[in-house]
């Protein structure tokens, strides 16, 4: 030592100045654990944010489910409500409950006008009778074509024949109750189902006997006699069912033009209206008419010489 020498004690040495290898270890370590626990709490909070996010995605998807099963029972409720409301005969029956002599009663009663005014007439609330005499005269119009060669462009014969038909009855029959309606009368939709059915029974008449015989005179006959009966009937029973003058004017009046003019229709679309007209003109015992050839003298040739021989000389 007093003589410089260079013998170092290692054993008087600081440890604090430097870092060994195992400081080195620790801190590498306790950085390790650090990052193992920072990635472990991130990964339950991704965890934590998945279940939240899969938490909602099962209530909605439940929420949904719920949703549709209720949709679903209401729909097949309604369904099955409605499906037995049409399948249940009883709710159609009071309306097809009736006797012959009860249809045979009233068809003659569509015929006969009551004069009553101050009390409603009764008008029968069934629709076997009033469909009954829709079919035949769908029956009697589908004959009517036949026999007059009708050709249909679009379509058949007895799809026309019960279009025209029903349509009828149904069109007019809304139509009559919406301006009765308006009109204050008393009668409901069935009734008037009833009544306007109940009055074809005279175009069934009417078309049966024109369409078999040809005669326009006779068709106007039946066309004012019974045609008009059953008209007159069915204004007879507004009539008694409306107050005030104007609306019974205006719902009579419409009814009686429908009704009368339909029947002319019926007459003249499907019958042989030609024939008949031709056979109104010219009688049925006329012969027919037929060119016939004039004729003409035949001039000598003496003459046509003489004649050409004098205008020479005149020139």
């Not at 991130?42 to 995605?57: I, R």
Request: hydrophobic content about 45%; charged content about 15%; some cysteine.
């Amino acid at each position: 030592q007093g003589g410089g020498s260079a013998v170092i004690d290692m054993e008087n040495m600081d440890d604090t100045s430097g870092s060994s290898f195992e400081d080195m270890g620790e801190m590498h370590q306790r950085m390790k654990e650090e990052e193992e626990e920072e990635a472990e709490g991130e990964a339950g909070a991704a965890e934590e944010e998945d279940g939240e996010f899969l938490g909602m995605k099962g209530l909605r998807g439940q929420l949904g489910r719920q949703v549709a099963d209720q949709m679903w029972q209401v729909g097949k409720r309604q369904a099955s409500r409605a499906f037995s409301l049409y399948a249940n005969i009883d709710i159609l029956r009071p309306y097809f409950d009736v006797e012959p002599v009860q249809v045979r009663a009233r068809l003659l009663e569509s015929m006969i006008p009551v004069k009553m005014i101050n009390f409603p007439q009764k008008i029968a609330g069934e629709l076997y009778g009033p469909l009954m005499l829709v079919f035949t005269l769908v029956a009697i119009l589908l004959h009517g074509m036949k026999t007059s060669d009708t050709i249909i462009r679009e379509g058949t014969l007895m799809g026309t024949a019960i279009g025209t038909c029903f349509g009828y009855w149904l069109g007019v029959s809304s139509f009559i109750y919406f301006l009765a309606y308006l009109c204050n009368a008393q009668i409901t939709m069935v009734q008037m189902l009833s009544l306007l059915g109940y009055g074809l029974f005279g175009h069934c008449i009417t078309l049966f006997v024109t369409y078999n015989i040809h005669l326009h005179s006779l068709f106007y006959i039946f066309w004012l006699g019974v045609g008009g009966l059953s008209t007159l009937r069915m204004v007879a029973v507004l009539v008694s069912r409306t107050v005030g003058h104007t609306q019974r004017l205006i719902l009579c009046g419409t009814l009686a033009a429908l009704h009368m003019l339909f029947l002319l229709y019926l007459h003249f679309a499907y019958h042989k209206v030609v024939e008949g007209i031709l056979d109104t003109l010219e009688g049925p015992n006329m012969p027919p008419f037929q060119r016939v050839a004039r004729d003409i003298p035949i001039v000598s040739n003496a003459v046509l010489n003489t004649t050409a021989k004098a205008v020479a000389l005149t020139l």
